[in-house]
């Protein structure tokens, strides 16, 4: 199923030049846009003093990586074949997820819902281009997810111990 999706997609390539070149930037530049607006967001939190969110957003990228990487040495899938140079990193789409996610959860909604369409957009350039399966693109999104998500739940469970408690944050 993956490898006929594959196909799918990436055999529109060429009938639109326009598209093509749209899909070239975004498989390849639009990551280090991403990267640049939550480097913005951060620079903007750290000058708020917003410590907790962007521990939770460190954290839940390093976990994000990590994640990806392990599962990455974990895969035994082949992801040559004839014509089309795939390349077996998740981490630019990963990256992008992880992000926007990342993002959307600790820092700021409008800005995360903007950069995580910005990584679905990766996510089907990096596809249409023949760079990665759609498989890569979709565990990607659900490692980077999943990672964004515990860790917010997890800090909202510490919010409420310490709201219950009365402990300040540094006591947990």
Same mark, same amino acid.
């Given at each position: 199923?993956?490898?006929?999706?594959?196909?799918?997609?990436?055999?529109?390539?060429?009938?639109?030049?326009?598209?093509?070149?749209?899909?070239?930037? &975004?498989?390849?530049? *639009?990551? $280090?846009?991403?990267?640049?607006?939550?480097?913005? /967001?951060?620079?903007? +939190? @750290? %000058?708020?003093?917003?410590?907790?969110?962007?521990?939770?957003?460190?954290?839940?990228?390093?976990?994000?990586?990590?994640?990806?990487?392990?599962?990455?040495?974990?895969?035994?899938?082949?992801?040559?074949?004839?014509?089309?140079?795939?390349?077996?990193?998740?981490?630019?789409?990963?990256?992008?997820?992880?992000? &926007?996610?990342?993002? *959307?959860? $600790?820092?700021?909604?409008?800005?995360?819902?903007? /950069?995580?369409?910005? +990584? @679905? %957009?990766?996510?089907?350039?990096?596809?249409?281009?023949?760079?990665?399966?759609?498989?890569?693109?979709?565990?990607?999104?659900?490692?980077?997810?999943?990672?964004?998500?515990?860790?917010?739940?997890?800090?909202?469970?510490?919010?409420?111990?310490?709201?219950?408690?009365?402990?300040?944050?540094?006591?947990?």
């Amino acid at each position: 199923m993956n490898y006929q999706l594959f196909h799918a997609i990436n055999g529109l390539t060429g009938r639109w030049p326009r598209i093509d070149w749209v899909m070239r930037f &975004a498989a390849v530049q *639009l990551v $280090f846009v991403v990267v640049a607006v939550a480097g913005v /967001l951060v620079i903007h +939190a @750290v %000058l708020r003093r917003q410590i907790r969110r962007l521990t939770c957003l460190g954290i839940s990228l390093l976990l994000a990586f990590g994640l990806s990487q392990g599962l990455e040495r974990l895969s035994h899938q082949v992801r040559h074949f004839p014509g089309h140079p795939v390349h077996p990193l998740v981490a630019p789409a990963t990256a992008a997820f992880a992000v &926007a996610f990342g993002i *959307l959860l $600790f820092l700021d909604r409008r800005a995360g819902l903007a /950069l995580t369409a910005a +990584a @679905v %957009l990766i996510g089907v350039a990096r596809v249409w281009t023949g760079r990665q399966y759609p498989g890569d693109i979709l565990s990607g999104a659900a490692i980077a997810g999943l990672s964004a998500f515990s860790v917010y739940v997890t800090d909202l469970g510490a919010r409420d111990v310490q709201r219950r408690t009365g402990l300040a944050p540094g006591h947990l």
